[in-house]
């Protein structure tokens, strides 16, 4: 049985099974094996925090123009959503503070390249064509780090974050994104849908490469 996007399986469903070998790959990525046996290097997860904390500051003018091209319905989730993600800086704050964590770096290449990636997406694409990008951001950080509490024998110095991206509230978020995203797909076109298909791709190789370069620590080379 197809449904009214003329594929088997609803579309945020589809996304993710066009995607499964990155993500399998992403989910099975060295850095979130090493989170969850407790092995994880403190510099590298450092790494990881600055560089994400730049990340989440660049996701809130993203869901700011995704809410304008939004339609009314969908924006008081939306909102909420960057309440969230305001709430998530003082997380990273705090934990810096405690862990000692140096916040003021520049950003890696591959961070930029994201957060350049989500902008031009937002401004220049369609709203269901940001929005599909949006659902790939959040469904990756929702899996990963469920990945990591489940292989998890012990809670860690890092859980705060864990804990973070494995709320009830952050996953019931994450279903919501993908029911929108399913009626969104419904309500377009065959070549839209193409190109939802396209940047989900490039969003889930995006969060593969962000913790590449977490382990790697890698940087501008000139
Ligand atoms: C998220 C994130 C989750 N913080 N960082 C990356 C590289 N990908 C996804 O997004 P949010 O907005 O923190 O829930």
Not at 12 to 33: A, E
Not at 76 to 82: D, E, G, H, S, Y
Not at 213 to 218: N, P
Request: net charge negative; charged share 15%.
């Amino acid at each position: 049985m197809q449904n009214d996007t003329g594929y088997a399986a609803p579309f945020h469903q589809h996304l993710l099974d066009v995607t499964d070998s990155i993500w399998q790959k992403t989910l099975d990525h060295p850095f979130l094996t090493a989170v969850a046996d407790g092995s994880i290097a403190d510099d590298v997860f450092k790494t990881w925090i600055a560089q994400d904390y730049l990340f989440v500051q660049a996701a809130i003018p993203f869901m700011g123009i995704l809410i304008a091209k939004s339609p009314v319905h969908m924006r008081p989730a939306l909102a909420n959503a960057v309440y969230a993600l305001n709430q998530e800086l003082e997380l990273f704050q705090k934990q810096a503070i405690q862990h000692g964590v140096d916040l003021d770096v520049e950003m890696s290449p591959t961070c930029h390249a994201y957060v350049q990636f989500l902008m031009a997406t937002a401004y220049d694409r369609p709203l269901e064509t940001g929005f599909a990008v949006l659902y790939g951001t959040e469904k990756a950080y929702l899996d990963a780090w469920s990945r990591v509490k489940t292989q998890q024998q012990a809670p860690g110095s890092w859980q705060a974050f864990i804990n973070n991206w494995t709320s009830d509230a952050f996953q019931g978020y994450v279903t919501w994104l993908a029911t929108t995203l399913d009626e969104l797909a419904s309500s377009n076109s065959e070549a839209h849908r193409r190109e939802m298909e396209h940047y989900f791709v490039l969003t889930a190789r995006y969060e593969y490469l962000f913790w590449d370069m977490a382990l790697s620590g890698s940087t501008w080379p000139v």
